[in-house]
């Protein structure tokens, strides 16, 4: 159980065009998840806390108008890119909070999206 | 702000040999630590995790840690590594309902 997916696994898009991914809890409710970006070999920078029906929360020096955040239901959370650029390009992963019983981490993670923009 | 450090970016050991791999913390209060294991291009597992108790704690994939106060460090072990355990290993510690995770390790292991 407590499975969470993200799609798509990987995306190339041209500059100044908008992305979107979604990650969905496949089998709990999701009242909060939360976007990462992680560049190559690198750490994950905890991007924004998107808490359903209400506006998300974006951590210091990420540009909430670049990276829009949805969460219009207890199962999916949305992040699109807006116009992108090459210096997008990352890796981007998402995880929901764990609701209590579904084990023993706090977080489930979707598996990552890769986005390269040309 | 709790934090935690992982002082070494990469960790290369032999097949069969000890694996560690370091990590201390900054906390105020008690610390809420977890271990998690990254593969290319894929997202987090958890490993384990210190709430309170012993300070051995037994994870997946015959991993452990041991939590100690005095060092304020919580390094990650297995007795005898495999090549399969090759990944990037990352330390976080809870802050509230989010994590904040350490810069990571890259283990290698060779057959």
């Known amino acids: 159980g407590a499975v969470v997916s993200q799609h798509p696994s990987w995306v190339i898009c041209k500059s100044g065009t908008s992305v979107k991914i979604e990650c969905r809890s496949l089998?709990?409710?999701?009242?909060?998840m939360f976007w990462y970006r992680q560049f190559p070999k690198q750490s994950l920078m905890l991007m924004a806390t998107?808490?359903?029906?209400?506006?998300?929360?974006?951590e210091q020096g990420v540009e909430k108008d670049k990276f829009l955040i949805n969460h219009a239901s207890l199962t999916l959370s949305t992040l699109t890119v807006t116009s992108a650029h090459p210096e997008d390009s990352s890796f981007y992963i998402c995880s929901a909070r764990a609701p209590p019983g579904t084990g023993n981490s706090p977080l489930h993670f979707g598996n990552g999206t890769r986005l390269t923009v040309t | 702000a709790q934090s935690v450090a992982q002082p070494e970016d990469q960790v290369n050991v032999a097949e069969g040999n000890p694996l560690t791999v370091k990590c201390t913390y900054s906390v105020s209060g008690n610390p809420y630590l977890f271990w998690y294991v990254q593969y290319p291009n894929r997202g987090l597992q958890f490993l384990l995790k210190?709430?309170?108790?012993?300070?051995l704690v037994k994870g997946s994939y015959g991993f452990e840690a041991e939590f100690n106060k005095s060092q304020t460090s919580f390094h990650l072990k297995k007795p005898s590594a495999l090549v399969s355990d090759s990944a990037l290993y990352f330390c976080a510690v809870r802050n509230d309902y989010k994590l904040s995770f350490g810069a990571g390790t890259t283990v290698t292991v060779r057959a």
């Open positions: 998107s808490n359903e029906g209400s506006k998300a929360t974006y």
């Open positions: 089998d709990f409710q999701a009242t909060t």
């Open positions: 210190y709430i309170t108790g012993d300070n």
